[in-house]
């Protein structure tokens, strides 16, 4: 008797794929040097529909100029589920002034502190993801260490992530810069193209809305309230919905 547990895999849309791209900034790149497979961990933005990374001259990152044709995972495991999304493309090393000065107004960083870079930018032939449910037992060692001290400018993070939710059709985009599903707090930037809204949902737990740039509207039944740049707004513990009436970025905290 086949006594096998069948786990459900979802096959994620392109665009899901893409907005995991954008919401996240820590991946792994594979290529192949000198015919021997290599896989490097490193720190990325995603913008455009194009992935964007900075190494050191001279390292086996720069050998792209080789061989361009690269694949790179990303993914993520939660309290109930785990995702995975991996992309195929073209790499090639940024030589144009123009091209490198507009990748160095990117929320990018590196892994390793350096102060000389090589911009290297992935453009994808084909873009595939799955999710798939978590074993209970896997969440059994407990929360994972916090990481160590990092810095993020939320201005330039904010602008890389409007650029990537006009490239959408759901005309949003984000990015977890603290915490994360696993902690007790959470903070992620959202950005969302103007006249979109994050449809109404129950409050996540006692949570801020801190926001960053544009107009947005926070309705609650039959009350709302308006934020601008600079306007801290206490989520209400009822069902909500947050509607952009510009393009906008806020911060949502959440602790539980």
Sequence with gaps: MDTEIATPIELLSEDECWESLYASNLGRLALSVANEPSIYPLSFVATGQRLLFRTSPGTKLAELTVNSNVAFEID??????????????????????????????????????????????????DVTGRRFEVDPRANAAGPRERPPISKSSLGALGR???????????????????????????????????????????????????????????????????????????????????????????????AK
């Design 160 to 254: 890389t992530l409007l650029e990537a939710a006009k490239s959408v059709s759901s005309g949003r985009a984000s990015r977890t810069v603290c915490g994360g599903h696993e902690h007790s707090l959470r903070q992620t930037v959202i950005a969302l193209v103007g006249g979109e809204e994050l449809r109404e949902h129950e409050s996540p737990g006692e949570t801020t809305l801190h926001v960053l740039a544009g107009r947005v509207e926070l309705r609650a039944g039959d009350v709302s309230w308006d934020g601008v740049p600079g306007d801290l707004l206490t989520i209400p513990d009822a069902r909500h919905t947050l509607t952009a009436k510009r393009d906008s970025v806020v911060l949502l905290t959440v």
């Design 76 to 125: 993520g495991v939660g309290p109930d589920d785990a995702w995975s999304v991996v992309v195929k493309g073209t790499a090639r090393v940024l030589d144009k002034q123009s091209d490198i000065d507009a990748a160095a107004e990117l929320a990018l960083s590196s892994i390793i502190p350096t102060d000389r870079y090589v911009y290297v930018e992935v453009t994808p032939h």
